[in-house]
């Protein structure tokens, strides 16, 4: 049967307005969708920021002007087990804060006869002691024989947590605004962290952030190595000490025969 032209005008009328009525649903609905998913989002993203992510102990680092020298960082634990003792290089126990300061005296003296030898070198150094927090001890500055030797006998007294990450970043900060080309931190520890944010976990992020321009030497002073095994991928090394003699060991095998040794073929370069 053949439908009048006004049957077939209700029709499409009827058809255009349930058109019209689903677009409208479809429009109502992707939205809703859209902000579950953005919700959904945001906290994904948030719960990664606060795990961590890949910038987790990352730090603000200062932009110095690149120059020729070497800056070094000594990280010194006065923490409450460095009042432990163990024997000192002549074999009498003494209290491990002691003897971790001796050994900076001994560096410091050697610092000098070195920069008495090669005068025209620039090399900076800069001591931080840490224990439930890390604080400047000497600032970050060029080399000073009286200044550092000063500076090794104002290093406190054992006391509270072990903030071995904290350390961490505020020797990169120092370094970084040194502006010296050849960067190196030389941590002197015997224990794990106890305060502030975990020492791999921002060497990682700060390794991420610098691509690697900061040579991480960790001594573990009557501890195991094996605390600070993620130092291997962040360019860091660590070695053992047991006790005074092997401290002053390990500190010159860094100290001398790396630290200093690479100091010479930068001014050479």
Known sequence: MTRSPFTQSRRFARLCAFGI????????????????RSSSSGGRSS?????????????????????????????VDTSGSMNQSVRD???????????????????????????????????????????????????LAEFDARAAADAAGRIPAPAGGTAIGSALQEGFKA???????????????DGENTSGPPPDRVARALYAQTEGDVEIHFVAFDTS??????????????????DGA????????????????????????
Request: aromatic share 6%.
């Open 21 to 36: 009525m689903s677009i409208a649903a479809l429009a109502m609905f992707f939205p809703s969708c859209d902000r579950q």
């Open 47 to 75: 719960s990664r920021q606060s795990d961590g992510g890949t910038q987790a102990g990352a730090v603000d680092l200062p932009q110095a002007d690149q120059r020729l020298c070497t800056g070094v960082v000594l990280l």
């Open 89 to 139: 290089r002549s074999g009498i126990e003494q209290p491990k804060h002691v003897i971790a300061r001796q050994a900076i005296d001994r560096i410091v003296t050697y610092t000098e006869n070195w920069r008495k030898e090669h005068p025209d070198r620039v090399l900076q150094l800069g001591i931080l002691n840490f224990s439930s927090s890390a604080r400047a001890v000497m600032p």
């Open 175 to 189: 370094l970084y605004a040194s502006g010296c080309v050849r960067k190196y931190v030389v941590c002197v520890t």
């Open 225 to 242: 190595a094996g605390k600070f095994g993620f130092l291997t991928h962040v360019n860091g090394h660590v070695v053992e000490a047991a």
């Open 246 to 269: 092997q401290l002053d060991a390990r500190l010159a095998d860094i100290y001398e025969k790396r630290i200093l040794a690479e100091a010479m073929e930068l001014e050479r370069e």
